[in-house]
T-cell receptor
Framework: ETGVTQTPRHLVMGMTNKKSLKCEQH?????MYWYKQSAKKPLELMFV???????ENNSVPSRFSPECPNSSHLFLHLHTLQPEDSALYLC??????????????FGSGTQLSVL | DQQVKQNSPSLSVQEGRISILNCDYTNSMFDYFLWYKKYPAEGPTFLIS?????DKNEDGRFTVFLNKSAKHLSLHIVPSQPGDSAVYFCAALTQGGSEKLVFGKGTKLTVNP
């Protein structure tokens, strides 16, 4: 099993739907991240959790709501999204957030389409 | 304003030849740089990194060069193999700073057999 697992792999939702993305890491890491990758744009950091506490919210609209019940699980709750929110959403983890040389381990992502 | 720029969206190279992927940055406070590789339908995976105290770091077929005065780094792959075909992301951060990794848009490398 890969270190960081994301479900679902693909999601199509209408603008009035509510859905959740799930991420689970089996690496014993303490920091987890949500990134967004839009077409022809750099990876954008959305949220960071370090030891289950949110340490970063990168000016993300409130229609995206993260949840980190423990160090191994991370959710991204979605509601009333817009078509421009269609993107690849990547979860990542690292041993800690503030350790300088920590590599990020990414999941395979959820390809989200908002109709 | 993009702080990490990968100006070539794509690069095509013949198998066995050298692949050179370039990355420029604008923030002089960046002092640690990483390259990630991404295959289709997979998440990015760490490839190689370099600290600003060095100007070169080598790992097998992969070498990263850093030119601090030019705010430029490059990834060399020698010899290139078809399995190297992927999107390569350059990323940078300031150690001891906000710790946010800033990514470039990526360069799609195609290695032709």
């Amino acid at each position: 099993e890969t270190g960081v697992t994301q479900t679902p792999r693909h999601l199509v939702m209408g603008m009035t739907n509510k859905k959740s993305l799930k991420c689970e890491q089996h690496l014993g890491h303490n920091a987890m991240y949500w990134y967004k990758q839009s077409a022809k744009k750099p990876l954008e950091l959305m949220f960071v959790y370090n030891f289950k506490e949110q340490t970063e919210n990168n000016s993300v609209p409130s229609r995206f709501s993260p949840e980190c019940p423990n160090s191994s699980h991370l959710f991204l709750h979605l509601h009333t999204l817009q078509p421009e929110d269609s993107a690849l959403y990547l979860c990542a983890s690292s041993r800690t957030f503030l350790a300088t040389n920590e590599k990020l381990f990414f999941g395979s992502g959820t390809q989200l389409s908002v109709l | 304003d993009q702080q990490v720029k990968q100006n070539s969206p794509s690069l095509s190279v013949q198998e066995g030849r050298i692949s050179i992927l370039n990355c420029d940055y604008t923030n002089s406070m960046f002092d640690y740089f990483l390259w990630y590789k991404k295959y289709p339908a997979e998440g990015p995976t760490f490839l190689i990194s370099i600290s600003s105290i060095k100007d070169k770091n080598e790992d097998g077929r992969f070498t990263v060069f850093l030119n601090k005065s030019a705010k430029h780094l490059s990834l060399h792959i020698v010899p290139s193999q078809p399995g190297d075909s992927a999107v390569y992301f350059c990323a940078a951060l300031t150690q001891g700073g906000s710790e946010k990794l800033v990514f470039g848009k990526g360069t799609k490398l195609t290695v032709n057999p």
